[in-house]
T-cell receptor, first 112, second 110 residues
């Protein structure tokens, strides 16, 4: 079945450093979504990418969708302690009626 | 407007006991979902519903049953709990593909 893989599993950065997490799908995706989960909280929607090669920015966050629509990345510039949490990518699975299948997530810790 | 509400927030069960997790949403969304979250494994889809009276299996449906008798409610049942079902359970509803999650239920099966 479809798999969505994320790397790295865990990253610990100094405040002010940049951070990137990568997402790869075993199949072509019609779209990809990103979610953030704060420690002890629930996942919260960040963004959806639809077009091949699409790049979207939200303040210090930059999201990219690969040309082949099988990979995506989230880059955070100059991390802050408020960026702490787990970042998930998710893509629709044809196997489950186009419902979202999530990657394992990247845990980000920021040292101040 | 409460969004997605899950009850209970915490529960401890003994192996073999049964229980039902309740999810309610007040956003009039058609689609609802149950996910479980385990360390290092992300969120895995258990069951989902595309509308009142409908349910379908997700990635990890074994050991769980669901019902969607009313549009606003999606129930997740464990008939005979096993230690492998110790997890955090999240309910979600969606609009235009964007998921809105509840605050989760932490379940421990001893």
């Amino acid at each position: 079945g479809q798999q969505v893989m994320q790397i790295p599993q865990y990253q610990h950065v100094q405040e002010g450093e940049d951070f990137t997490t990568y997402c790869n799908s075993s199949t072509t995706l019609s779209n990809i979504q990103w979610y953030k989960q704060r420690p002890g909280g629930h996942p919260v929607f960040l963004i959806q990418l639809v077009k091949s090669g699409e790049v979207k920015k939200q303040k210090r966050l930059t999201f990219q969708f690969g040309e082949a629509k099988k990979n995506s990345s989230l880059h955070i510039t100059a991390t802050q302690t408020t960026d702490v949490g787990t970042y998930f990518c998710a893509g629709p699975s044809m196997e489950y009626g186009n419902k979202l299948v999530f990657g394992a997530g990247t845990i980000l810790r920021v040292k101040s | 407007n409460a969004g997605v509400t899950q009850t209970p927030k915490f529960r401890v069960l003994k192996t073999g006991q049964s229980m039902t997790l309740l999810c309610a949403q007040d956003m009039n969304h058609e689609y609802m979902y149950w996910y479980r979250q385990d360390p290092g494994m992300g969120l895995r889809l258990i069951h989902y519903s595309v509308g009142e009276g409908t349910t379908a299996k997700g990635e990890v449906p074994d050991g769980y049953n669901v019902s969607r008798l009313k549009k606003q409610n999606f129930l997740l049942g464990l008939e005979s709990a096993a230690p492998s079902q110790t997890s955090v359970y999240f309910c979600a509803s969606s609009l235009s593909g964007k998921l809105f999650f509840g605050s989760g239920t932490q379940l421990s099966v001893l």
